[in-house]
């Protein structure tokens, strides 16, 4: 008889322990999903856009980046990350300027601090959220962040130009009067000199 009884006892706590789980099972099954079917939604995954995935440098509609080759993004990283070939360039005015030949980054050596961003005087380099960066070479991590062909220096507008020629003329200008004034000075004080004698 006690056999009977620890059958039944046995039978309703499986059953009572069935029940728990499909509880369970039910309630998941109501939640909304946080998980995400991958690679089956790869065009629109849910990546926050603060996610770090890759350093790039930002161009605008027309082409043009904001980068100045200060070198000051490649100093900063603590990991040798970044290397910079740059190159001295004749401007208009008459005078050098450096100017981006490449911009070379290692994925793979990236540890996504982002000191190289917050460095950056002209906020040209911001991490973007690309996150699917796998590749099978080590190679392949070394991106050149300048993909497009740098651009030549740009030519001056007519106004830029007659602007910059007045003002050089004005400087010449007054550089002629500071030095006839301190001739005249001198003059003076000499001529002043000669009378005591
Ligand atoms: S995020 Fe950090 S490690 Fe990566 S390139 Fe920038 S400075 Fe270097
Ligand atoms: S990305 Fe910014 S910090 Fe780096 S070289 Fe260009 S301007 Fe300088």
């Given at each position: 008889?006690?056999?009977?009884?620890?059958?039944?006892?046995?039978?309703?706590?499986?059953?009572?322990?069935?029940?728990?789980?499909?509880?369970?099972?039910?309630?998941?099954?109501?939640?909304?999903?946080?998980?995400?079917?991958?690679?089956?939604?790869?065009?629109?995954?849910?990546?926050?856009?603060?996610?770090?995935?890759?350093?790039q440098l930002e161009y605008d509609a027309e082409g043009n980046h904001k980068c100045i080759a200060?070198?000051?993004?490649?100093?900063?990283?603590?990991?040798?990350?970044?290397?910079?070939?740059?190159?001295?360039?004749?401007?208009?005015?008459?005078?050098?300027?450096?100017r981006l030949v490449d911009y070379?980054?290692?994925?793979?050596?990236?540890?996504?601090?982002?000191?190289?961003?917050?460095?950056?005087?002209t906020?040209a380099i911001?991490?973007?959220?690309?996150?699917?960066?796998?590749?099978?070479?080590?190679?392949?991590?070394?991106?050149k962040l300048n993909y497009l062909p740098e651009k030549p220096e740009p030519e001056?507008?007519?106004?830029?130009?007659?602007?910059?020629?007045?003002?050089?003329?004005?400087?010449?200008?007054?550089?002629?009067?500071?030095?006839?004034?301190?001739?005249?000075?001198?003059?003076?004080?000499?001529?002043?000199?000669?009378?005591?004698?």
């Amino acid at each position: 008889m006690g056999s009977v009884k620890d059958y039944f006892s046995t039978l309703g706590r499986g059953i009572y322990s069935l029940i728990q789980g499909m509880e369970v099972t039910g309630k998941e099954f109501l939640t909304p999903k946080i998980t995400e079917k991958y690679p089956e939604n790869r065009e629109n995954p849910p990546v926050a856009p603060r996610f770090r995935a890759i350093l790039q440098l930002e161009y605008d509609a027309e082409g043009n980046h904001k980068c100045i080759a200060c070198g000051s993004c490649e100093r900063a990283c603590p990991n040798g990350t970044i290397h910079l070939t740059t190159e001295m360039v004749d401007t208009w005015k008459g005078t050098k300027k450096k100017r981006l030949v490449d911009y070379n980054y290692d994925l793979g050596s990236c540890t996504f601090c982002q000191l190289c961003v917050t460095s950056c005087p002209t906020a040209a380099i911001d991490f973007n959220n690309d996150f699917e960066q796998a590749v099978f070479t080590r190679g392949k991590l070394v991106k050149k962040l300048n993909y497009l062909p740098e651009k030549p220096e740009p030519e001056p507008t007519a106004e830029e130009r007659a602007k910059f020629e007045a003002e050089k003329q004005a400087k010449i200008e007054a550089a002629k009067k500071a030095a006839a004034a301190k001739a005249a000075a001198a003059k003076a004080a000499e001529g002043k000199a000669t009378e005591k004698e």
